[in-house]
C-alpha cells in the first residue's frame, strides 16, 4: 500500500501521462526491434536462435494454415447459408435433420486430423525432453526477485553469481518514463554460454515457482522451490537473448529478466578464464578484518544488488516494507538483532532469509546501512561477527 | 413498476397462501423464477466488480510503465478480477439461468428443493462480500493469480484466508445448486418429457450439474490444504517442510479443467435452442449433440495437466496429455457441425438473440482453434503464460459463455419481463460489444506469440502499441455492458417496451412458449399433459 501523499502524486503524475499519451498514443513508441528479444509490433512467434524454436515456429504456421483452411470452410459454409437462407429473401425452411453418415464423417474428420497434428508433435516432445548428453549443465535458481546461475558440469564449472535487473530500469518503471529497446531486459550480469554447444537448464527455485523462458531458444521450464526440472538447447549463432519469468512470483514478477549472452567457443573460453581469476581473487577471507570506510563501499554493492528493490535507494522503504533510515534496530548498538533478521528473515517471510549472501557481504551490507543516510552511527560490523551468528 | 418485481399476488388466478411481501419475498424466496433473478442480478453485479478491475489492470498496461498502481496492487486487481468473474459472475449467472428456465423447459411446478435453493443463493452474499472486502484488509487482496498456486499463497496475507472461506461458500452453493438440479431434471418431468425429448439447454445442465458434484469438493481440497499449510504447520504443499507445490497444480486443474467445461457447457445448450428457433428448423443432431456433450463432460476430466506442460512433466504424461486434449476438439467440432448444419437451408431471422448466437459460434470457435495449438505440447511450451493463453480463454470464456448468455437474455428476457426489449438496442449492444471484444482480446494473441508474459504490470517497450489498442478497446467493451443494463435490462424490469406475446418468436419450440409472458409466478402447478414431441401442452 502506498501513502497517501506518493498515492496522490501517482495519480497526478499518471494522469498527466494519460494526457500526453492521447494526444500522440503512437509516437511514444521510439523503440526498435531487440535482437534476440522481442520485435516492435512483433507477430508472430520468433524463428529463433536454435533448430527446436525454428522447428516450433514452422509446426505453428503449419497449424495456423490447417485451422485457417478450417475456419474458411466452415465460415464460408455458414455465411453462405445465412446470407442466402433468409426469410427476408423468401427463402422456406428445409426439414431435415439426423444422418448418421454425415455424423459419422464429421466426428471421424477432425479424429484425424488432431491425431494427425499430434503425430506431428510428437517428435518435438520427445526432443525437447532429452537433456541426455549435455556439454554444459548450468543450475537456474529463482528468487524473488533475480536468477541465479551454478555452472554445475562442463567448461565454467565453479562459477556461479547472480543476475538482476539493471535497478535504472526498475526506477524508470516507477517514474513511469520508460525507454531504450532492452527496457525491463537489461540485467547486471547475463548468462553466457557458448555457441553450439548442447547446454542443459537445471531450474530449481529458493522461494516460490518461478520459469525460466528464453523464446527465442523455445525454452521454457518452470523452477520449483524443493525440486529440480531440466530443459536444454543449443544456440546456434552468437549474440544476445532475451526472456522473462513466466509464472507469476509475487509483486517484482515483471522484473526478473533472462539475458543469455551466446559466445564463440573462444570468447567463451577467455570469459571463462577471467571469471575463474575473479573468484579466486575476490574469494573473501571471512576473518580478514576491514576498514570502515572500505566495507561501507562494499556493503553499497551489495545493498543496490539485493536490498534496494524493496528498502529503496534512501533506506526508507515503502509501507509495509520497513524503512531502514532512522531505524532502531538498525542504529542499535548490539548487532545481534539487525544480524539475526538479515540471516532468518522476518515478518514472515515478507523480508527474506539472506542466508545465500557470504559473511562479508552480509557484514558490508550491514555496516552500510548503519552508515548510510541519516544512520551515521559509525559503527563496524565485521565479517567475524556474522559467522558467529550463522553458528546460532 | 415493474414487470418481474411486481408483486406476484397480482395475478388473477393465483391460490395465494400467504405470500411473503417486499423484502421477505426476496430474503425468503423460495420461487424458482424470483431465485433465478435474485442468481442473474447478482452475477451482473459481479460483472460489473470484475469489469472494474479490468479496467484497473487496462488502465495500467495502457503504457510501460508504471502510471496507477504498484505491481503488488496490480496483482491483486488480477487475481480478483479472474476469481470475481469465475466464481462471481460466470457460475451463478448460469445457476440463474437454470432457475428460471429449467422448471419451465420440463414441466415442473418449481425446483426440488426449494429452501435450499434459497440458502445456495444468499451463500453468495458473504462470499462476495469477502471477496472485494478483502481489498481492504492488511496487505491488500490475494495477489497469488486466480489459480492460487502454493507456496506463493504461503507469503499471502489474510485475504488469502478470507479467499478460501469466500470459496468454500461458493463452493458449497454451486454443489447444492447443482444437487437441486440433478433431482429436479430426473424426477420433476412432465409426463412424456423423456430424457431424451428434454430441451438441449437442461440437457447440457444436467450433465455440468455432475461435473460440479465431481469437481468442486476436489478445489474445497486444494484450497483447504492450503489454508492448513499456511496456519497449522502441515507441508502438503510447502516445499520447506517437505511438501509439493506441483500436487497443488495437478489436484486444482483436476477442477480447474472441468471447471471450464462446467463455464461453457450450458453455453452450449442455450446457442443449441437459439440457432434452431431462428432458422425455422430442428436442431440437425440432437442425440449427436446429447453424445457430445457427455463425451465434452468425460473427456475433460483427464485432460487437466495441460494447464502444467512447462512444470516439467515425464515424456509420456506430456504425450498423453497432448493426445487427451486434442481429443475434445472432435465433440466440440461436432457441436459447431451441428449448429451450421442446423442454420443451413433454414429460414432465418436475425432478431438480436440469433445476432449474439452467431456471433457466439464464431468468436467461440477462434477460441477453439486458439485452443488447439497450445494443446500441442510443444508449441505450448512457447506460449504457456503467455498473453496468447489470455487471448485464449477470453475468446471462450467472454465470447462464448458470456456472449450465449446475452443471446439467452434476449431470448428470454420477453418470457422473464412481459416486454420486448428494443431490437436496435439489442443489435447497438451486440454490434458494440463484439467489435470491441476483437479490439480488446485479437491484439493479445500476438503480444503472446512475441512472448509478452500474463499477470506483468510493466512490459518490454516493444509491446507498447498493442497494448494500448487492447486498453481502448476494453473500456469501450466494459462501457456497452453498462449500456446493455441501463438500455435493455433496467427498462425490460420496468416493464417498458411492448408487451410480449407467449411466444414472441416464430421458430421457438418448448414449454416455456406455452406459458403467459410474464410467466405467472407460480406455472405447471399441475403437471402438464404433452404432445408427442413433448414441446406443447395439449389440453
Known sequence: ?????????????????????????????????????????????????????????????????????????????????????????????????ESVTIEILWTLAPFLIVVALGALATRAVVAQKDTSNADITIKATGYQWKWGYDYLNGEGQGIQFLSTLDPAHRAMSDAGAPEGDDYLLKVDNPLVVPVDRKIRIVTTANDVIHAWMVPAFGVKQDAIPGFVRDTWFRAERTGDFYGQCAELCGKEHAYMPIHVKVLSQEDYTRWVDEELKKIAAAADDPSKVWELDALIARGEKVYAANCAVCHRNDGKGAAPIKPLDGSAIVRDDDHSKQMAIVLNGAAGGAMPAWKQLSDTELAAVITYTKNAWSNKTGQLVQPAELSAARGK | MSAVLDHPGGHAHEHDHAQPHGWRRWLFATNHKDIGTLYLLFSFTMLMVGGLLALGIRAELFQPGLQFVNPELFNQFTTMHGLIMVFGAIMPAFVGFANWMIPLQIGASDMAFARMNNLSF???????????????????????????????????????????????????????????????????????????????????????????????????GAITMTLTDRHFGTSFFNPAGGGDPVMYQHIFWFFGHPEVYIMILPAFGMISQIVPAFSRKKLFGYTSMVYATASIAILSMIVWAHHMFTTGMPVTGQLFFMYATMLIAVPTGVKVFNWVATMWRGSMTFETPMLWAVGFIFVFVIGGFTGVIPAMAPIDIQLQDTYYIVAHFHYVLVAGSLFAMFAAVYYWGPKWTGVMYSEARGKFHFWGSIITFNITFFPMHFLGLAGMPRRYADYPMQFADFNAIVSVGALGFGLMQVYFFFFVVLPMMRGQGEPAPQRPWEGAEGLEWEVPSPAPWHTFENPPKLDASATRVVG
Not at chain 2, 140 to 152: K, M, S, V
Not at chain 2, 176 to 199: E, S
Open chain 1, 1 to 97: 500500500m502506498k501513502t497517501k501523499s506518493s498515492l496522490q502524486s501517482r495519480l497526478v503524475a499518471g494522469a498527466a501521462m494519460l494526457g500526453s499519451a492521447l494526444s500522440a498514443p503512437w509516437a511514444l513508441a521510439k523503440v526498435n526491434d531487440l535482437p534476440g528479444g522481442p520485435g516492435v509490433n512483433q507477430l508472430n512467434l520468433t524463428p529463433g536462435a536454435t533448430a527446436m524454436s525454428l522447428h516450433l515456429y514452422d509446426l505453428h504456421n503449419f497449424v495456423m494454415w490447417v485451422c485457417l483452411v478450417i475456419f474458411v470452410g466452415v465460415f464460408g459454409v455458414m455465411f453462405y447459408s445465412i446470407l442466402k437462407h433468409r426469410k427476408s429473401l423468401g427463402y422456406k425452411a428445409a426439414n431435415f435433420h
Open chain 2, 122 to 220: 444468499w451463500l453468495l452474499i458473504p462470499s462476495a462480500i469477502m471477496f472485494v472486502g478483502s481489498f481492504f484488509v492488511p496487505g491488500g487482496a490475494t495477489a497469488a493469480g486466480w489459480t492460487l498456486y502454493a507456496p506463493l499463497t504461503l507469503q499471502m496475507g489474510p485475504a488469502m484466508d478470507m479467499t478460501i472461506f469466500a470459496m468454500h461458500l461458493f463452493g458449497a452453493s454451486s454443489i447444492m445448486g447443482a444437487i437441486n438440479i440433478i433431482v429436479t431434471v430426473l424426477n420433476m418431468r412432465a409426463p412424456g418429457m423423456t430424457l431424451m425429448k428434454m430441451p438441449m439447454f437442461s440437457w447440457t445442465w444436467l450433465i455440468t450439474a455432475y461435473l460440479l458434484i465431481a469437481v468442486i469438493p476436489v478445489l474445497a
